[in-house]
């Protein structure tokens, strides 16, 4: 096919096409791309007579891919990449007067303790904009960046995307929270010996800090895990459990009252908060306008530069 033949190639089918193959499903896709079932079903078959293929044979509730489309897609999905940042390269983006959706993602530890100021700040200068934030973490980062359904995330991460960014908005150190009135601080017999809560979204009782008691020959008793912490507070509230919290998050636990916070009786690593974002939008102005924001209220003056 020549460059002319792409005039018979309505862009529209390939960005339906590049959605099936993330969600496997036309319902899935119809959602997304917030079109009807019909309509993803006739560009499906549009598709079909493009490339000559089936493309999707369905097995059970999903739709499988063929090898031909598998062959299609690790072709196209760089190149609309590339079509996407030659068309946001040419747009401006006034902050003040746009209406643009962003989408977000965002650890529980961030989005409590972080994102309200970065709220406030997105309002005064951008207060058209709409904002959808989903919860992510190292799990979930890879995938929603990788299907589009955020641009940016912030969180711990581990593998990305091959195409995503990244970049370190914190340097985090464990605090340990309490709620009790003994005096001083707690050595490490009396922290191993107190019963511990932790935030875990997964519903794990293993945390960040457990490898390091263990090189220590020594363990801790977690008798409370919770998915979030805008509970924590009152759980601790008048009981001898301790929880031990990233530093920015015990900043804001404090200061909402009833708790104390003071260094861990034992040396633990420090954890890098990273920011991530798709790499087809890196040049975007609206995305480097947001992940300016983003580095501005939610990362460490320290670590600032050029996004």
């Known amino acids: 096919m020549n460059r002319n033949d792409l005039r018979r190639v309505d ?44 493309l999707f044979v369905r097995t059970g509730r999903s739709m499988e891919p063929t090898a031909r489309a598998q062959e299609i897609f690790a072709l196209l999905s760089p190149a609309l990449d590339s079509i996407s940042t030659a068309v946001s390269r040419a747009a401006d ?42 919860r992510t973490n190292h799990l979930l980062m890879p995938g929603l960046l990788s299907s589009g359904e955020i641009s940016v995330g912030v969180s711990y991460t581990d593998e990305l995307p091959a195409n995503a960014k990244r970049k370190v908005l914190r340097v985090t150190k464990a605090k340990l929270l309490r709620a009790d009135s003994a005096p001083g601080r707690l050595s490490l017999d009396e922290f191993c010996a107190r019963p511990q809560a932790m935030v875990s979204y997964a519903g794990d009782t293993i945390g960040f800090i457990d490898p390091d008691l263990e090189a220590l020959d020594r363990k801790r008793s977690v008798v409370l895990a919770v998915p979030q912490f805008n509970a924590l507070g ?61 580095q501005m209220f939610c990362g460490d003056a320290d670590l600032q530069d050029a996004s």
């Not at 590049?18 to 899935?28: A, D, I, W």
């Not at 007067?97 to 309002?123: C, Q, W």
């Not at 633990?268 to 890196?282: F, K, P, S, V, Y």
């Open 11 to 54: 862009l529209n089918l390939l960005i339906v096409f590049e959605t099936l193959m993330h969600e496997r499903s036309v319902t899935r896709a119809a959602e997304k791309l917030f079109l009807g079932q019909p309509a993803i079903s006739a560009a499906l078959g549009r598709l079909r007579g493009l490339f000559d293929d089936p």
């Open 234 to 294: 009152a759980l601790l509230s008048g009981t001898d459990i301790v929880a031990t919290v990233p530093d920015y998050t015990a900043d804001v636990l404090t200061a909402q009252g009833g708790l104390r916070t003071e260094d861990l009786p034992f040396k633990t690593r420090t954890i890098e908060l990273h920011m991530a974002w798709r790499g087809a939008q890196d040049n975007d102005p609206a995305e480097r306008w947001l992940r300016s924001r983003i």
């Open 93 to 134: 983006f006034d902050p003040a007067t746009s209406n643009a959706v962003f989408r977000i993602g965002l650890s529980d530890d961030v989005e409590f303790a972080l994102m309200p100021p970065l709220i406030k700040r997105l309002r005064a200068e951008a207060p058209g904009v709409v904002l959808v934030i989903r």
